[in-house]
């Protein structure tokens, strides 16, 4: 992993780049939309040809929708409308190492499938607020990888749309203390320049 | 269009509403933010062709989900690759570009003027989106400089230099003057636009506001939450409109 990138409205990831970053200088790390100090010099198409070169390791994908499949929905959804794809139906399958993520863990959002496939690909994992899921690309099917303290393996299975295979799911481990450090010290201050809302939410 | 870190031109985008202009076809460079969702809620679009439309950090752009959910505008999703690609081949003088990726997504369903095509280059199967160029008839954004020249120096936001070079027409605002021609300058000329591309240009202080221009100002935040609380609503977006947009006063100057 030599190159991560990371997208428009990801604080979450943003976060977890800069701390794996923190502990590996060398990681090089290019975050679309950053105020100041913009990563590219050739303009917003420079990250797709990165990406089509094969240039980009990892990048991050959301969803209004996750289906068990791994697709991705950012169109729409039961009438409502959500902005749109963004890069995604070309960076998930161009990038090797897409994680998916999305904070909230409901049955509204991991549905059994998406109502719009904004995007499909082979995911490296999918990170919610509650769980980890790995997926295994022969099966195309998620296998719950482990739990985050503080929720449990029924509370997964209940808040899931989709079917995934479980077994002998870990805790998730919690951020040791020196990532705590360094998540509420050098981190913090670094998404606060560019995430000013999130950071005010999580961190004051 | 560029969206709102890209200097957008949104003192024009006022003077477009209270012009009542009808019927526009907005192209997001590659997505769109407030300009869009002002021009929208104020009735001025017809069609929309966009990888997304969002307020980024301030959340949803109101008024272009409601009209997107009630069908009032037309909406050609797209992916932010194949909008920088048809715009670079309209820049080549060419008919399409290809582009990797894209094959597994729903957008191919709603998009028949891109195709899949084999690879010709190539014997055996390798499927290719082709993506057919974009020749906007009109580019507007907003520049940190011209000069005498009639040159615009955009710095690093380069898609605004691919858009200038694809569209019939550019027109650009900017905040300062410079004299002199910026093309004689070796450290501003890898920033510019040249008068070549470059329709006619107005003066606009303040021009972006509030979005901002890099080392300039800074994004309004707080007017931007703002704005996105007021749209959420018909009659929140009218007044934001009479407050900013119609009256008279000088809204774009520091509070």
């Known amino acids: ?204 | 269009m560029p969206p709102d870190y890209s200097l957008p031109a949104m003192e024009v985008v006022r003077a477009l509403i209270r012009r009542k202009a009808k019927n526009l076809r907005l192209l997001g460079v590659p997505v769109l933010g407030m300009c869009a969702d002002l021009l929208i809620g104020a009735r001025c679009v017809a069609e929309v062709e966009s990888s997304a439309v969002s307020l980024g950090e301030a959340g949803l752009a109101p008024r272009f989900t409601e009209a997107a959910e009630k069908g009032e505008i037309k909406i050609r999703d797209a992916t932010c690759p194949a909008v920088h690609s048809a715009l670079q081949a309209s820049e080549k003088g060419v008919p399409f570009m290809p582009l990797r990726g894209v094959l597994g997504s729903d957008l191919l369903k709603h998009r028949d003027d891109w195709k899949v095509v084999n690879n010709p280059l190539n014997s055996a199967t390798d499927p290719i989106l082709l993506v057919p160029a974009i020749q906007p008839d009109v580019a507007l954004f907003h520049a940190r400089w011209a000069d005498h020249a009639g040159n615009v120096w955009i710095g690093r936001r380069r898609e605004l230099a691919t858009l200038a070079h694809a569209a019939r027409e550019t027109f650009v605002t900017y905040e300062e003057k410079r004299s002199g021609d910026m093309l004689e300058d070796e450290l501003l000329a890898p920033g510019l636009i040249s008068s070549t591309y470059i329709s006619a240009t107005a003066k606009a202080v303040r021009g972006a506001w509030p979005l901002g221009i890099p080392e300039v100002y800074d994004i309004d935040d707080a007017h931007l939450a703002r704005y996105a609380q007021a749209a959420k609503t018909r009659e929140g977006f009218e007044r934001y409109l009479d407050e900013f947009v119609w009256s008279k006063k000088k809204n774009s100057l520091p509070a």
């Open chain 1, 1 to 204: 992993m030599r190159h991560v990138a990371v997208g428009a409205a990801s604080p979450i990831p943003a976060t977890g780049a800069l701390l794996a970053q923190q502990k590996n200088p060398s990681l090089r790390i290019s975050r679309l939309h950053r105020r100041r100090g913009n990563p590219f010099s050739e303009g917003s198409r420079e990250l797709f040809d990165l990406a089509g070169q094969g240039r980009i390791d990892v990048f991050f994908l959301g969803g209004a929708q996750i289906d068990g499949e791994a697709s991705i929905n950012l169109v729409r959804a039961e009438g409502r409308r959500f902005p749109g794809s963004f890069g995604s139906a070309y960076l998930y399958p161009v990038v090797p190492r897409t994680i998916l993520f999305r904070e909230e863990h409901s049955k509204r959002v991991l549905v059994p499938k998406v109502e719009f496939v904004s995007a499909r690909g082979d995911p490296a994992a999918l990170l919610t607020g509650k769980a980890l899921f790995a997926w295994q690309k022969d099966k195309r099917r998620f296998r719950l990888e482990s739990v985050h303290p503080g929720h449990s393996a029924a509370e997964v299975r209940e808040n899931t749309g989709f079917g995934y295979d479980a077994d002998g799911v870990a805790e998730t481990p919690s951020p040791s203390k020196d990532d705590l450090l360094l998540l509420r010290g050098a981190v913090a201050r670094e998404i606060a320049r560019d995430y000013p809302e999130f950071a005010r939410r999580v961190w004051s």
